[in-house]
């Protein structure tokens, strides 16, 4: 048996001549080369998670509702709100408003203006399935995409065409104007 000294100072030669292969978690400690580090474009000052999460915690209507209950809707409707002063998204079948969250994302108003309108599941779990979404969403939650939803309103919107184009014939026949006849 070797003695206690003599086996403390092999392994510690040992671990100097060959480290131990760990990552620290944090990015600058790391041993992944700098190119392939992820780049975040960072948050102004009080735009930070916490404070995100003290905003949900004490906002009354961050999802702009007005009291409205949550409700179905088309992704024909989310995909209209795609602006930066109005940002809907769906994740895992819920619409959420992103607008008031966009200045608290790390990665960035960019990267969230590219799912708006759209749904970002894949893309969110891609970069964030560690993360839960619905928690941290939840006071921009609008309602759940229901895609029975979309042949109603596609039909309201035919059958509002037809009334406007009946009514535009009629005012051609009233005030002289020529008329088509229909085949």
């Known amino acids: 048996m070797r003695p206690l ?3 403390v100072l092999q392994r510690t030669e ?6 131990p292969r760990t990552f620290v978690s944090h990015p600058r400690h790391t041993t992944m080369p700098m190119a ?3 780049t975040e474009k960072g948050v102004k000052p009080g735009f930070s998670l916490m404070d995100w999460m003290r905003l949900g915690s004490h906002a009354k209507d961050l999802a702009q509702r007005k009291g409205a209950p949550l409700r179905a809707m088309s992704m024909a409707e989310v995909f209209e709100h795609r602006s930066e002063h109005d940002c809907w998204t769906v994740l895992n ?3 959420y408003n992103l607008t008031p969250y ?3 994302h790390p990665g960035g108003i ?8 759209k749904d970002c599941t894949t893309l969110f779990n891609k970069y964030h399935r560690w993360v839960n979404g619905s928690t941290m969403l939840q006071k921009c939650e609008l309602g759940w995409v ?3 939803v979309d042949t109603t309103i596609n039909e309201d919107v035919v059958q509002v065409e037809d009334a ?3 009514l535009s014939v009629e005012e051609d026949h009233h005030h002289g104007g020529t008329t088509t006849t229909s085949s």
């Open 164 to 166: 406007v184009n009946a």
């Open 93 to 95: 079948g819920k619409v």
């Open 110 to 117: 960019p990267m969230l203006m590219s799912v708006a309108g």
């Open 14 to 19: 040992a671990r100097r001549r060959n480290p």
């Open 146 to 148: 229901d895609a029975n």
């Open 102 to 104: 966009l200045h608290y």
């Open 36 to 38: 392939k580090r992820r």
């Open 5 to 7: 000294g003599l086996l």
